[in-house]
Each structure stands twice: as structure tokens, then as C-alpha cells.
């Protein structure tokens, strides 16, 4: 079940690591769809709600360009969002 979430979670992180992405040929809605009857068989307890939303919006967002035939720079999106997160310390 662990190896079954941290595949999808790989999986979902594909388009991030490429400058452009052709979501019209993407495959990790059915590869994450097929690791799913694992992770609900085995889990102990529900993900928190923040990992599930997290998927599902991704999860739609990739279906939605792939109707679309989307190429998008998803790197750059990713480096626009989280290249200047700097982790605040606690006190």
C-alpha cells in the first residue's frame, strides 16, 4: 500500500519535472487509477482531507488538459509557485 501511494504521488509530480508537457499523451490518470484498488484494500485509515484534495484537483486538472491537448510548461508553473518558498522556523 506505501509503494502503491508513493507511485502516484511519483506519478503526479511527472509533469513538473519537464519543461513542456504534452498532457494530450499522458498516461498518469489510468496509471494512478490503476494503483487505487491497492491503496483502498490495505489502508488503515483515510488520508488526511489535504493529500485527497491535493490528488483530486491534480487528478482533474490532468484530464482537463488532456481534452484539451494541452503542452504546458509545468516546470516553469512549479519554479512561479515554490522556487522562492523558504521554510519559516518555529520559535
Given at each position: 500500500?506505501v ?20 498532457f494530450a499523451?499522458?498516461s ?10 491497492v ?23 490532468f ?7 494541452s ?15 523558504k ?5
Amino acid at each position: 500500500m506505501v509503494q502503491a501511494h508513493l507511485r502516484s504521488m511519483e506519478l503526479l509530480a511527472e509533469p513538473f519535472t519537464q519543461t513542456t508537457y504534452d498532457f494530450a499523451h499522458q498516461s498518469v490518470t489510468d496509471e494512478v487509477r490503476k494503483l487505487i484498488p491497492v491503496m483502498l484494500k490495505h489502508r488503515l485509515t483515510p488520508p488526511p482531507n489535504e493529500t485527497y484534495s491535493l490528488n483530486r484537483k491534480l487528478s482533474g486538472s490532468f484530464l482537463l488538459c488532456a481534452k484539451l491537448g494541452s503542452k504546458v510548461n509545468c516546470r516553469k508553473i512549479w519554479e512561479d509557485v515554490v522556487g522562492n518558498y523558504k521554510p519559516t522556523t518555529g520559535s
